[in-house]
């Protein structure tokens, strides 16, 4: 989690504070799991000690969900102010943020989960005529990103695999229910 070499946030109750944070230039990925953007800010782990190196995305949702730690980070000196390095673009910052329906090719589509790439995964409402239903993720503006229509009996083995392989921010409190319920969503 912490690199050898790194700071921690605090060195200790009797010390100044030595912060490892700050731009980064390695061309290395986001450390937020399933993130595949380039890290561009070190920010310090805001539970156990040590620092992550986060995408301007996940630096813009770190700035959303440590807002104290974050006028810390800015307050200091020596260290480029952040502001500058949290980027939110088209995607979605909270699971909040996402509508709880929308429509898509005039079907309706209800809010299912917020994916590690801040956009938001929807299924169909309603399976069509030969039993599928549909997921699609969206952007910020609602524009289809990612579309796949799959067998009503496979839903749930596909929102695991999205889980998996794509990574969840936050599940919709009903499929989080389906999910862990083991009962079916309502239609
Ligand atoms: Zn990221």
Known sequence: MSRPDSQPWYSGAHRALEPDVGPVDEHALCECGHCDRKQRYR???????????????????YRHHNRELWE???SLDDVEDPDAYAVVGDRFLTLDEVPEEISVD???????????????LFDSAEPDNDGEVRFVTV??????????????????????WFRE?????????????????GEPRDV
Do not use: Q, T
Not at 56 to 61: E, L
């Open 43 to 61: 920010l310090p782990w805001p539970e156990v000690g040590g620092d992550v190196a986060y995408c301007g995305y996940h630096v813009a949702r």
């Open 165 to 181: 392989h794509e990574g969840v921010h936050d599940l919709d409190p009903d499929a989080r229910r389906a999910l862990y319920g």
């Open 106 to 120: 005039g079907k309706r589509m209800r809010r299912v989960a917020l994916g590690v790439d801040g956009w938001a």
């Open 72 to 74: 810390r980070i800015r």
């Open 139 to 160: 952007d910020r503006s609602l524009e289809p990103r990612e579309s796949v229509e799959i067998s009503r009996s496979s839903a749930g083995e596909f929102l695991n």
